[in-house]
């Protein structure tokens, strides 16, 4: 598990719009080793699918970027498309967030989770394919998965639709799954049961997961370690649990708070005050200042990077002092 399979040194993305740039992903270094979880996470906006896809080569055309991701050793950004190719889906697999719009409406869930086993397994027999393609639906849990391998997906829910973009992506056993907002949109236990055939699948195959996800909630039993974006970066990163006890960047801590919990029982969610800053605007220094509770003078005028305070990662200038100070302005409000 110490191997490291994926890596991202100052990844950076700018997709070029009228009268300038906005700069998705700003100088963002990842590591996931191989058989680990790691979570990704942040507002909408902050940079977490643009990161993941833009080292799959699957970004628009008006994108550019920049820095480094390598898998295996193998450097992505600019690698031909035919290596590109090879890597999607079969050395890497892919749950796209949205499995309606992300499924072919005219062919059947089963023609096109055999399309991917085809594609990177080409020798393989009609027969053995359409086998495969059954016991992969298996795999995930749909039931009746020889008739439901000729249903189309409009004829499937929304958790079936998205455990076949799971068998999709695990089709030829791949060494790294993303999984982009597996469980958006889906109650409570669709939720849980689609984290543990994602958690199932990894442990068969020691692949890695990767879990890009706005709720922090969604990640705390499963992920080994986390990354918190925000506006195109790193703002926060650390094993799970420190994230979520001994967390130091406010942002973290502003996201704990909009989450329900058993022991606030009765006390009102406290939203993140504000707004995102514009990424074609970006201001200067912290980009979370305008939102912060904690912010000092230095925060207005001067771009935090990451630093380790313990066992995490953090890029503010008031951490770790930051969080303290929040819980002490809570206090007084209650």
């Known amino acids: 598990m110490n191997e490291v399979l994926l890596q991202t040194r100052d990844l950076g993305v700018e997709f070029a719009v009228s009268g ?15 058989g680990e979880v790691v979570g990704i996470v942040g507002e909408s906006g902050s940079g977490k699918s643009a990161t993941m896809l833009a080292l799959l080569g699957l970004l628009a055309p ?16 600019g ?3 035919e290596q590109l190719r090879a890597l999607r889906g079969g050395r890497i697999g892919m ?20 399309e991917a086993i085809e594609v990177h397994q080409p020798t393989l027999r009609p027969k053995r ?3 495969r393609v059954q016991e992969l639906l ?21 958790g079936m639709r998205q455990r076949v973009m799971i068998a999709m992506a695990v089709a030829n056993d791949p060494e790294l799954i993303i999984a982009d907002e597996p469980t958006t949109a889906l109650d409570v236990t669709i939720q849980a049961q689609i984290l543990t055939v994602l958690a199932d699948l990894r442990s068969r195959t020691n692949s890695a997961l990767v879990i890009i996800t706005h709720d922090l909630g969604v990640v705390a039993g499963v992920a080994d370690r986390v990354n918190v974006m925000y506006a195109g970066r790193v703002v926060e990163r650390g094993p799970v649990e420190e994230l979520f006890y001994r967390n130091q960047h406010p942002y973290t801590a502003g996201l704990l708070a909009c989450l329900p919990r058993l022991d606030t029982r009765g006390r009102d969610l406290e939203p993140i005050g504000g707004a995102p800053p514009l990424l074609d605007h970006l201001p200067k220094g912290c980009a979370f ?3 912060c509770k904690v ?31 929040m819980k002490a302005m809570k206090a007084v409000d209650a």
Do not use: W
Request: some cysteine; hydrophobic content about 45%.
């Open 62 to 77: 008006n994108a550019k970027v920049h820095g480094s991701a390598s898998f295996n050793g193998i450097e992505m950004i």
């Open 95 to 114: 749950v796209f967030q949205d499995p309606m719009t992300s499924l072919n409406p005219v062919l059947t869930v089963g023609r096109q989770i055999a």
């Open 138 to 158: 298996e795999v995930v849990a749909i039931p009746n998965a020889s008739e439901r391998m000729r249903a189309y997906p409009h004829e499937l829910s929304g």
């Open 20 to 34: 300038g740039a906005v700069h998705a992903v700003r100088g963002v270094d990842i590591d996931v080793r191989r």
């Open 129 to 131: 394919v359409m086998a």
């Open 289 to 291: 200042v305008s939102r």
């Open 79 to 81: 690698a031909p498309h």
């Open 295 to 325: 912010a000092e003078p230095r925060c207005h005028d001067v771009d935090p990077q990451l630093r380790d305070v313990g066992t995490v990662s953090v890029a503010c200038h008031v951490a770790p002092a930051a969080t303290s100070a």
